[in-house]
């Protein structure tokens, strides 16, 4: 039995025709830049977000990078990021010359939380970089009371969250992405929506703030050649608009079939003494861009080479904290302890996940990892 983490293949062959006609159709166009097709799928992006601006760009990293630069953040200012997350979420910040300031993660849904926040800001503080971790949303509701308490930007990391809902208090739901100042995704090919390339967009309600992007995503061009800010060229190819407008129209089938498939190994894996399947959050759907179960008593990695060995490919997201990486030990700062998310990085383990997985291959799988348990 073939199992991969993310099965691209199976998942193009039932749109196939489709997106061969979507893309043929660009080539034959010829608007390779800025095409139609980059038109039509932001505006059905926009309307699957419930209304915010959409600015497409070249991937998720350049989305964050524009997000700062837009909101003229200046060297030396501060930017709150979780410690346990992908580089580049805290990369821009230092290719911006900002100082990201790490802090730890909640242990049970592995994201940001407000008391962490809370501690960590200072006189310099701008901006918090809340991480919608694997598919889920931090709880941003005290998260956003606190930045508008203290006049912070909030800008959200969706890159692994695209579809994912949070819940408000008052009953009022919202896409993750559109509850900060700004949001940043990508689509890069295994993310929950991932176009045939690299690829990226920026979310915002605010129209002067979107303005503000466009320009700087676009070299800080007003109209042609009028320049009014040190900008950057970063674009969503046409060819990718054209694949991603097909696949928008799949992604709640996307994500139901990842939940389904979560569902399926939490029944599968439960009351196994020794591994704790993933929590849902209270107040946001889980849109499953992992699944990552916690593996205790130092069994990860044992774990991880059994299901190698039956040719199951498992995954660590992430081995090592933001702060142990050599790249931040000249410009990170740390507060607080970041006891949790080192021993997340010793026991988280992602298992295959995708919107192919057939039940046949799950219980294949857990049926591997109870015979690493002896059961
Ligand atoms: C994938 C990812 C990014 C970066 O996206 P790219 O398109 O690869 O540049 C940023 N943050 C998080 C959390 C991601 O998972």
């Known amino acids: 039995m073939k199992i991969e983490m993310v099965d691209l293949k199976g998942q193009y062959r039932k749109i196939q025709e489709e997106i061969d006609t979507a893309v043929l159709k660009a080539i034959h166009e010829a608007n390779f830049i800025n095409g139609p097709e980059v038109a039509s799928f932001t505006k059905n992006l926009s309307a699957y977000l419930g209304g915010a601006h959409v600015i497409p760009c070249a991937n998720g990293t350049d989305a964050l990078q524009i997000a700062m630069m ?12 979780p410690s346990f997350t992908y580089v580049a979420t805290a990369e821009v910040i230092g290719l911006l010359q900002l100082k990201p300031v790490m802090v730890d993660v909640d242990p049970v849904h592995f ?13 310099k503080t701008k901006a918090i970089v809340p991480v919608h971790l694997f598919g889920q949303c931090a709880d941003m509701e005290p ?14 990391d969706t890159a692994q969250a695209i579809g994912a809902v949070y819940k408000f208090s008052d009953g009022t739901q919202k896409q993750a992405g559109t509850m900060g100042h700004i949001g940043c995704t990508s689509f890069f090919p295994s993310k929950n929506l991932g176009c045939y390339g690299d690829g990226g967009a920026i979310y915002t309600h605010d129209s002067v703030l979107a303005e503000r992007i466009k320009m700087v995503a676009n070299h800080g061009q007003v109209k042609k050649y009028v320049h009014r ?24 089938q996307y994500s139901a079939a990842r939940q389904a498939a979560a569902d399926w190994y939490d029944q599968l894996l439960s009351g196994i003494e020794g591994l704790q399947t993933p929590e849902r959050a209270m107040n946001s759907t889980h849109v499953f861009h992992q699944y990552t179960m916690l593996i205790k008593n130092g069994k990860r990695n044992a774990l991880k080479q059994h299901l190698e060995a039956a040719g199951i490919p498992a995954m660590v997201y992430y081995p090592v904290p933001l702060n142990e990486q050599e790249a931040f030990h000249a410009i990170g700062a740390v507060v607080g302890s970041l006891k949790e998310t080192e021993l997340l990085c010793a026991s988280v383990l992602s298992l295959p996940m995708h919107t192919e997985l057939t039940e046949e291959q799950q219980i294949f799988i857990t049926d591997t990892i109870k015979s690493f348990f002896k059961l």
């Open 70 to 81: 837009a909101l003229d953040l200046k060297p030396g200012d501060e930017v709150i990021v």
């Open 111 to 123: 994201n940001i939380t407000k008391a962490n926040i809370e501690q960590a800001i200072g006189p």
């Open 143 to 156: 998260i956003l009371a606190l930045a508008k308490e203290r006049g912070l930007y909030v800008i959200e």
């Open 229 to 252: 800010y040190i900008g950057v060229n970063s674009r969503l190819d046409t060819i990718q608009a054209a694949v991603l407008d097909i696949k928008l129209k799949y992604l709640d």
